[in-house]
């Protein structure tokens, strides 16, 4: 069987191979989201960075962490880095919306790449629809775009797929989660990244895993719907912390276009 090669993130450029689906062992509840979603609170940690090597399926913990700690009543945003948008793709039911590469290319304001998840409490940013290679020429952004997002947020969650340790580096800071999100604990993929990050210097590796759970999908007829009026399949909690003050700050911070307006 040929082997599927997994889509690098924004921060990447190396991706990783991602063999035929295995059967998956039972996930272990010392790895599920929920005893994850604990670690953050426990530590005070408003950064969470989420690795997946083996792509875009196991991106899904990603969308499930972040509508737990939603849940919890913390204030949590998840900012995807994949290139294929497959974090995101939940949580604003397959629309093509502006998001980070869009901030990036200076195309979008940020108040226009922020989306309220129509299934939790959970806001998203989006990998967003210009050219990657266009935001790229301002990936340097990236570290105080983040800075912002927690001073506006209890909890960040970065999707970055599967990026190696070069490509997180600028992502991380003092205090920063490492997770791992792991499907497969036997796959070559996570063996290889488990080894890299650790050669690396991130030792306290969280394991994290989609399976048992699994983000809600789209509406098979999303097309025909809005992604902020269309059906929902739970009540959207209001109280957006970006809000005056605090939405022009965050967009002061980031050079984002129209923040001196």
Known sequence: IREKQAEPSLMSFS???????????????????????DRPIENGASRAIIVSPEGDEAAASAVLLVRELADRGLRSILLDLTSTGSASHPMIDGFALPGITNLLASQSQFRDIIHSDPYSGAHVIPNGTAEPSQAMRAVERLPIILNALTTAYDTVIVE????????IARLVTPGSEIIMSVINPNDA?????????????????????????????????????????????????????????????????????????
Do not use: N
């Open 15 to 37: 991706p990783e191979a991602e063999p035929a689906p295995p059967s998956a062992p039972a996930p272990d509840p010392e790895h599920s989201i929920k005893a994850i979603a």
């Open 160 to 167: 970055c797929g599967p990026a190696d340790p070069k490509g």
């Open 189 to 261: 993929s996570i063996v290889k990244s488990a080894a890299a990050l650790q050669d690396a210097g991130y030792e306290d590796i969280l394991l994290v895993t989609p399976v048992g759970s699994m983000p809600i999908a789209p509406e098979p007829d999303r097309s025909a719907h809005h992604p902020r009026t269309g059906p929902r399949r739970r009540r959207v909690r209001h109280g957006a912390p970006f809000r005056g003050a605090r939405l022009w700050a965050c967009r002061a911070r980031c050079g984002a276009p129209g923040a001196d307006q």
